[in-house]
């Protein structure tokens, strides 16, 4: 059962979990490779008990506890993620109630207040094993505190500059989706891609990751345009796209909105039967099947149906939809549990188990962690239909090698 702690001015905020098991949703996903949906939250979740404040009394410390070992939640619980982290929270602790569990404590602490300061708060409360945290801001200020504490981190973040010695990201990054979009599209014929991808650094990466995935199944990439978001910006690109005859696919590294203002562009040009593919930030958007010319799209993401037992049960618990990142909070518990096994009370997390070649299973499917610390997933195909998508090619159920 996870435990909740305070502690002044806010710098750790409390998240009690009921002590009464609910029905075993999680003992499906361990050991199964099945993945979930993309929806989008119908309101914004609330922390499931007020922070305690400073003039609620004196701050109560973390009891010891030398019959299970400490994980701790680092997720913003105020501020403008408090929604977000809260999903996560409430979800991790769903996660260690539908496992039954009883070796393992979660104790959530509010990255809002001070990365730094709750990572600090969690080793002396003996925590061996970060879930969190959400930003790539935040996983750089604890990163260096949990390493020299020999603490592992498996963080939320999707951005894969933070990964590695010791740190390991969940997040979706778009690698994983360029990557099985591209060979979907190959395996269907496409030979020769065109890219559309926004300046800075998701741009940068997507663009990269386009190129690679190509060269690797096999095709040629032709055509590379920039923009920066902006109407006239995104125009020009697309008119110089069209330019360039002769394409079979054009990524649209963006989100829904701007690939909806993008395709029609592409339509109207000579490679007007092209293939639009998109990215993984496409799978939060319900809307995509309102642009015509997004018809027929693909994207690689995960598939729907834990996620939307997920929101099920957390509704039920919680009177709130969660945050579609809530799943990573219900994996990551469920990644521990799993190792608890091989985890003596007391002792060092062991680290080596988390690059075990045949991965683990959750909410968000089949994922394992590369020895770069970044997740590999396993993604279903997409294509976007006029109610809204559905799955083409499903997702592998686990790794082959």
């Known amino acids: 059962m ?45 922390p499931a008990r007020p922070v305690e404040r400073p003039d609620e009394g004196p701050p109560t410390l973390i009891p010891r506890d030398e ?14 993620n408090a929604g977000v982290g809260t999903s ?20 959530v602490y509010d990255t809002a207040q001070g990365a730094a300061v709750a990572a600090n708060a969690a080793l002396t409360d003996g925590n ?23 603490v592992p981190v498996i963080a939320f973040s999707n951005d894969a500059s933070v990964a590695g010695d010791g740190t390991y990201i ?41 190129i690679g995935s190509v060269e690797r199944n096999g095709g040629r990439m032709v055509a590379m345009q920039g923009f920066n978001r902006a109407p006239a910006s995104l125009g020009a690109a697309a008119r110089a796209l069209n330019a360039r005859t002769g394409f079979d696919a054009v990524v649209i590294a963006d989100s829904g909105r701007i690939a909806a203002a993008a395709a029609p562009l592409i339509r109207s040009g000579p490679s007007r ?48 939809t969660p945050y579609r990142l809530a799943s990573l909070g219900y994996d990551g518990v469920l990644l521990a549990v799993r190792i608890s096994r091989d985890w003596d009370i007391g002792a060092r997390f062991p680290e080596r ?14 994922f394992r962690f590369r020895r770069d610390g970044t997740a590999e997933r396993m993604m279903a195909i997409h294509a976007v239909t006029t109610g809204g998508t559905t799955i083409v090619s499903p997702a592998a159920t686990g790794f082959s090698d």
């Not at 188990?353 to 089949?366: E, H, K, Q």
């Open 353 to 366: 188990r988390l690059t075990d070649r045949d991965g683990f299973s959750g909410v968000d499917g089949a």
């Open 88 to 107: 996560i929270a409430n979800a991790a602790n769903l996660a260690l109630l539908d496992s039954g569990e009883t070796s393992i404590r979660i104790t």
């Open 128 to 150: 061996r094993l970060f879930l969190g945290p959400l930003t790539a801001e935040d996983v750089r200020a604890i990163a260096p505190i949990a390493r020299r504490a020999g």
């Open 273 to 320: 039967g092209a293939h639009v593919i998109g990215t993984e930030l496409w799978s939060t958007d319900d809307t995509l099947g309102k642009s015509p010319a997004l018809r027929g799209a693909w994207f690689a993401g995960v598939a729907d149906m834990r996620f939307d037992q997920l929101v099920t049960r957390y509704r039920a618990r919680y009177r709130k």
């Open 2 to 46: 996870a435990e909740a702690a305070s502690r002044p001015q806010g710098l750790r905020r409390a998240v009690t979990i009921a002590s009464a098991a609910l029905a075993v949703f999680a003992g499906a996903c361990v050991g199964r490779r099945e993945p979930p949906r993309e929806q989008r939250p119908e309101a914004r979740p609330e």
């Open 170 to 210: 969940m997040g979706f990054t778009p690698d994983q989706s360029i990557e099985r979009a591209v060979r979907h599209a190959r395996d269907k014929g496409a030979v020769r891609f065109a890219g559309l991808v926004p300046d800075g650094v998701y741009g940068q990466r997507a663009s990269q990751a386009l």
């Open 67 to 80: 019959a299970r070992n400490k994980v701790a939640v680092l997720v913003p619980l105020s501020g403008p």
